[in-house]
């Protein structure tokens, strides 16, 4: 239980940094929750091997497949048909 608590904390940690981090001039948040939502569907893909029963761990796995490829293509097509870059975003680079 102990070791549970620990790793709980750690991850808890580290996804308060990461949105901390949100709020720092020319991060965007939303590609932080992003990031946040899909590396927890891709954790379900990765840990679903070590559910016990066969039929669970299919489920879990193809849910996370099926919400990993529904994400992507809905992340790429909003990416390519609604975002314009922002101007002043040139000047950052040099």
């Not at 992003?34 to 029963?53: A, L, N, Q, R």
């Not at 919400?67 to 922002?86: Q, R, W």
Request: aromatic share 18%; hydrophobic share 50%.
């Amino acid at each position: 239980h102990e070791v549970r608590m620990e790793q709980l904390q750690q991850s808890l940690c580290s996804v308060i940094l990461v949105l901390a981090f949100s709020f720092v001039p020319y991060v965007d948040w939303a590609a932080h929750l992003g990031g946040v939502i899909c590396g927890f569907i891709t954790g379900m893909m990765c840990f679903s091997p070590w559910i016990k029963t066969r039929y669970c761990a299919v489920f879990w796995f193809s849910v996370g497949i099926g919400f990993n490829a529904v994400f992507y293509i809905l992340s790429l097509s909003y990416l390519f048909t609604y975002v314009e870059p922002n101007g002043n975003l040139k000047d950052v680079c040099g």
